[in-house]
């Protein structure tokens, strides 16, 4: 991107400034059916397009998709619909990027609504990886896809770009053989790119490893490094903390619960980590992954931050200008690496 401060979006490319409040880890359209029988498919159109509009009538601006390409096989309203023709009879491999049905979707919701929507590229954790397309394509070729997806567009959209890369994942305590070829490749294609590179790392403090590789070994800036799901983690403030002192984001993104006992200790981990002088390196979101998660299921949907948690967190202490903060100015900050 020509400008520093841009952020390219479904739409094309927006100034950094006019993102407004930015949620940063979400799936409007999402495939999960392999672990979520019940749950795992979010391919409502009209439920999608009602509650982004709440979003954004609620004062949200932007949101961003990480539903990456084994998430996004079969998310879409019509998965099977005219938009895929050229995938006709090829059947999908973890090596494509996002199905096209997919993308027409989100490019119809951010239409109809007017949300910006940045979408994710990459490749997710290892349940869901293709095995042997991974054995047969080193670091350096799926990240050739990367940097197509992020440079020239994902193929079959007429061009839509994605903006981030992720989410990238570890299944477990540490990388898989597929998933370390995974991040390598996210971290060649960010140093192509510049655009950051967002992490799946729930219930052990994985990100750390992740953090080794893609630092240590790869050389992408800590600040370009947004760690997700630390939330999920046993003792997160204190994971919290470690990840800071080493540069990264810290991203708490499992709020999806209204019980008080949840929402206390969120605001005890998110005041904490403003004592230790770390809200500028922390990110909010919801990560609704499940129908179960949106308001026609009893779930939470994409106002609970603006909302409940705001209320919940200023109420505990936390300043209205450092709630801004979190889904304004940290969002853009980590967006565009300034
Ligand atoms: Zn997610």
Same mark, same amino acid.
């Given at each position: 991107? !020509?400008?520093?401060?841009?952020?390219?979006?479904?739409?094309?490319?927006?100034?950094?400034?006019? $993102?407004?409040?930015? $949620?940063?880890?979400?799936?409007?359209?999402?495939?999960?059916?392999?672990?979520?029988? =019940?749950?795992?498919?979010?391919?409502?159109?009209?439920?999608?397009?009602?509650?982004?509009?709440?979003?954004?009538?609620?004062?949200?601006?932007? &949101?961003?998709?990480?539903?990456?390409?084994?998430?996004?096989?079969?998310?879409?309203?019509?998965?099977?619909?005219?938009?895929?023709?050229?995938?006709?009879?090829?059947?999908?491999?973890?090596?494509?990027? /996002?199905?096209?049905?997919?993308?027409?979707? $989100?490019?119809?919701?951010?239409?109809?609504?007017?949300?910006?929507?940045?979408?994710?590229?990459?490749?997710?954790?290892?349940?869901?990886?293709?095995?042997?397309?991974?054995?047969?394509?080193?670091?350096?070729?799926?990240?050739?896809?990367?940097?197509?997806?992020? !440079?020239?567009?994902?193929?079959?959209?007429?061009?839509?770009?994605?903006?981030?890369?992720?989410?990238?994942?570890?299944?477990?305590?540490?990388?898989?053989?597929?998933?370390? =070829? !995974?991040?390598?490749?996210?971290?060649?294609?960010?140093?192509?790119?510049?655009?950051?590179?967002?992490?799946?790392?729930?219930?052990?403090?994985?990100?750390?490893?992740?953090?080794?590789?893609?630092?240590?070994?790869?050389?992408?800036?800590?600040?370009?490094?947004?760690?997700?799901?630390?939330?999920?983690?046993?003792?997160?403030?204190?994971?919290?903390?470690? $990840?800071?002192?080493?540069?990264?984001?810290?991203?708490?993104?499992?709020?999806?619960?209204? /019980?008080?006992?949840?929402?206390?200790?969120?605001?005890?981990?998110?005041?904490?980590?403003?004592?230790?002088?770390?809200?500028?390196?922390?990110?909010?979101? #919801?990560?609704?992954?499940?129908?179960?998660?949106?308001?026609?299921?009893?779930?939470?949907?994409?106002?609970?931050?603006?909302?409940?948690?705001?209320?919940?967190?200023?109420?505990?202490?936390?300043?209205?200008?450092?709630?801004?903060?979190?889904? &304004?100015?940290?969002? #853009?900050?980590?967006?565009?690496?300034?």
């Amino acid at each position: 991107m !020509s400008n520093a401060t841009a952020v390219m979006t479904i739409r094309g490319p927006v100034n950094a400034t006019d $993102l407004g409040v930015t $949620l940063m880890h979400e799936h409007l359209f999402i495939n999960q059916m392999r672990e979520q029988r =019940r749950t795992g498919l979010v391919n409502d159109l009209d439920m999608v397009v009602r509650e982004v509009g709440r979003f954004t009538e609620a004062g949200g601006g932007t &949101i961003v998709e990480l539903t990456v390409a084994e998430l996004a096989d079969g998310a879409a309203p019509d998965p099977a619909g005219a938009h895929t023709g050229e995938r006709a009879g090829t059947g999908w491999s973890s090596g494509s990027a /996002r199905p096209v049905a997919n993308v027409t979707a $989100l490019a119809e919701v951010a239409a109809r609504t007017g949300v910006h929507l940045v979408l994710g590229t990459g490749h997710y954790r290892d349940p869901y990886l293709d095995k042997a397309w991974f054995d047969q394509h080193c670091a350096d070729q799926i990240a050739e896809e990367l940097v197509r997806d992020i !440079s020239e567009g994902i193929p079959g959209t007429g061009g839509i770009r994605a903006g981030v890369i992720g989410e990238i994942g570890a299944d477990k305590w540490y990388l898989s053989a597929a998933e370390e =070829r !995974s991040f390598r490749a996210a971290a060649r294609a960010h140093r192509r790119t510049g655009v950051p590179v967002t992490t799946h790392a729930a219930r052990w403090p994985v990100g750390l490893a992740q953090l080794d590789l893609l630092c240590g070994e790869e050389g992408v800036p800590p600040d370009r490094v947004i760690i997700g799901h630390v939330d999920t983690v046993k003792a997160p403030l204190d994971y919290a903390l470690e $990840l800071a002192r080493r540069g990264v984001w810290v991203q708490f993104d499992n709020l999806r619960s209204r /019980r008080r006992e949840d929402l206390d200790h969120l605001s005890s981990r998110v005041l904490g980590f403003a004592r230790a002088g770390r809200l500028d390196q922390l990110l909010l979101s #919801h990560d609704l992954c499940t129908t179960a998660d949106w308001p026609d299921e009893g779930g939470v949907g994409l106002t609970h931050l603006l909302g409940t948690v705001r209320r919940h967190l200023t109420a505990a202490g936390l300043g209205e200008d450092e709630f801004d903060r979190l889904l &304004i100015d940290n969002p #853009h900050r980590a967006l565009t690496g300034t």
